[in-house]
């Protein structure tokens, strides 16, 4: 009896540790470059721009999770997409509303691409001439 409880306690306290959020360097590889790593972990409304080595380099704020798509723009500023709710899309890589920050966090704009005909979905282009595709 000692023996089943204990291995029931084993495994539940194992789910707790293996569901605590990760930031930072887990594994090297030091083929990768010297490049910088731009992500939107879910469930979050954080977007973080890390070096190779897993220190933070910056971090914005959204208003919703994310979608599936954030670019840092030549000029600093961050363009990423949002999940937002909508009946009639569902699925992985939805967005729904985008949204730019300059560097500071400071929200510069933002577009809803989300209705009963029509929703972003997994990817976003800045254009010339500053419109999205």
């Known amino acids: 009896m000692k023996h089943i409880l204990f291995m029931s ?22 083929v990768v470059g010297e490049d910088y790593v731009l992500f939107s972990p879910l469930p979050s409304t954080q977007t973080y721009l890390i070096d190779r080595c897993g220190n933070e380099v910056k971090q914005w704020t959204g208003s919703a999770n994310p979608g ?30 985008l949204e730019r920050y300059d560097w500071d966090g400071n929200p510069l704009w933002s577009y809803t691409l989300s209705n009963d005909s029509l929703c972003q979905h997994h990817d976003v282009a800045l254009l010339p001439n500053g419109n999205c595709s």
């Open 68 to 97: 599936t798509i954030a670019q840092l723009l030549p000029d600093g500023s961050l363009l990423r997409a949002s999940n937002i709710p909508n009946p009639v899309f569902t699925g992985g890589g939805r967005g729904g509303l």
């Open 9 to 30: 306690a084993a495994l539940l306290l194992s789910g707790v540790t293996m569901a605590q959020p990760t930031m930072g360097l887990t594994q090297y590889a030091p």
